[in-house]
C-alpha cells in the first residue's frame, strides 16, 4: 500500500502492557511523507517486502525481515465510501 495523502498520516501500534503484548507484521507499507508514529508494547515484524519507517518507543520491538525492494500498491479507489 502507498499513502500519497496531503497531511502526514499518524501510525499508532500500542498494546496494553508489558504483560499483553500487540504484534503486527508491515509487508509493502510505504507512506509519502514518512508518518507520525506512536508505539508502546508492541512487537514489529517488517518485511519481506519493504516498509518506508521503522516504529520505535517503549517496550517495541522490531525485526527486520526485508529482504529486497518492492512496488507499493497505490490506495487509489481501495477505500469504500459509507
Do not use: E, H, Q, R
Request: charged share 5%.
Amino acid at each position: 500500500m502507498i499513502y500519497t495523502g496531503g497531511n502526514s498520516p499518524t501510525v499508532t501500534l500500542d498494546g496494553y502492557s508489558g504483560s499483553y503484548i500487540n504484534s503486527v507484521t508491515l509487508d509493502n507499507v510505504v507512506f509519502d511523507p514518512t508518518p507520525k508514529l506512536a508505539a508502546s508494547y508492541t512487537n514489529v515484524t517488517l518485511g519481506p517486502g519493504n516498509v518506508s519507517f521503522t516504529p520505535s518507543g517503549t517496550g517495541v520491538t522490531v525485526t527486520n525481515k526485508i529482504s529486497g525492494s518492492s512496488t507499493p500498491n497505490p490506495c487509489t479507489n481501495k477505500w469504500v465510501t459509507f
